[in-house]
């Protein structure tokens, strides 16, 4: 079960285990330059707001709301990095336009070990943005679709996805 509440995304699994619980919120951050040059964390700025794309279905383009799901309002000169939290482990599975952001394959819905391609939560906190080599990476930022500057068109040459994808599978105790 995924719920909605104060711009944190919730994942429930009771017929797992009543602690098996993840939630996912998406936190305000400076977005820094893009120049292959080291810099320190930018801080946290707070919480984006995360809404129902069905409560705003008249204001949203089409495809949105055929696809349905959530929205987080982000300028193009803002970033974002994912905070996890829960006490029970599970595997997080976090995409931009289905280009796996841990991994930088292709999304798949499985789990892979080679190369690892999920977040352990609680061991891992957050995930600042795309893994792009040791110790490097992208932040996640919001860019239009069809312009040729999103990951999935860099990797795949095409715009067809967007947004973000996230599983969560709660890991067996």
Known sequence: MIELLN???????????????????????????DDNREYPLPPGLGRYPVEHVDDFADQLPDTWRTHGGVFIPMYQSEALWINFSGDYPCAVKIAAGK???????????????????????????????????????????????????????????????????????????
């Open 99 to 173: 280009i796996n952001a841990v991994s930088g394959e292709s999304w798949s819905k499985e789990l892979s070990d080679s190369p690892q391609d999920y977040a352990v939560i609680p061991d891992q906190p957050w995930l600042d943005g795309f893994n792009v080599s040791e110790d490097f990476i992208r932040q996640f930022v919001a860019m239009p679709l069809g312009e040729g500057f999103t990951a999935e068109e860099q990797i795949t040459g095409e715009a067809e996805h967007g947004g973000l994808q996230i599983i969560v599978y709660p890991m067996k105790h």
């Open 7 to 33: 711009s944190q995304l919730t994942f429930r699994f009771p017929e797992v285990h009543k602690k098996a619980v993840c939630s996912i919120d998406f936190q305000r951050t400076l977005r820094i330059p």
